[in-house]
């Protein structure tokens, strides 16, 4: 399904019904830099594991990636704007809370939604995700040219297909715009961290779930590209989520 929400976009998004209602409220899935909401999610199994558990799915491609419209325009990737995308999508929807799912990127964003309209989210979890500010530097270069980590991850994504890699650069720019601060941070939600054992990429993720009051957990053997897939991820998640 598509809808134009916020007027400089029109998001794709996935809005899947449990196998049977449980009563709980929806989970909001956030895909990663470069991703979408088949390749991170769906590929990985999560729709099936919680329909499976009576939840509803809700899984935005989110602006500049997948089906949804790809502006080239940095200020149009400003964090804010991605969460007035997703609380666009909640209204739309008629779904007054969520428990939220971000992984890496998406993990950022969960995180800033939660900061802006803490009344629209119950839990939340944030996978591959620290505190360490992986775009540093890079609204003064060209991403990808460097050899930085996230010049790597740039690179690889960009090439899949699908991807504009002039949208993703101008995202890549925007979200550099405001760096990550492990201050303020959500207050009243649980929250739950979990990252690879390998994944070099969410360093950090510890301290950061005991600055915020949360929760850490750690994946054995996995690393930033495949502990989404991990059955203990999503185990722990779904544990989480219905305490």
Known sequence: M???LTKDVTMRYADLAPQTSSGAVPVLLLHGFGSTFDMNWGAAGWPRVLETAGRRVIGP???GHGS???PTESELYLPEHFVSDLVALLDELGVESVDVVGYSMGARLAWALALAA??????????GFGPTDLLAGVGESTPGEG???????FNTVAALPGNDPEALAACARGQAARPFTRTP???????????????ALAAGAEGLAA??????????GRDHVNAVSSRIFKQVVLDFLQD
């Open 2 to 4: 598509t809808a134009n």
């Open 118 to 127: 803490p009344a629209r989210v119950r839990r939340l979890v944030l996978g």
């Open 61 to 63: 491609d989110l602006r």
């Open 147 to 153: 050899d930085g980590p996230f010049d790597q991850v």
């Open 68 to 70: 949804s419209d790809k």
């Open 211 to 220: 600055d915020c009051g949360g929760t850490f957990v750690e994946i054995p």
């Open 185 to 199: 941070h959500p207050a009243g939600i649980p929250t739950l961290l979990v990252a690879g054992a390998k994944d």
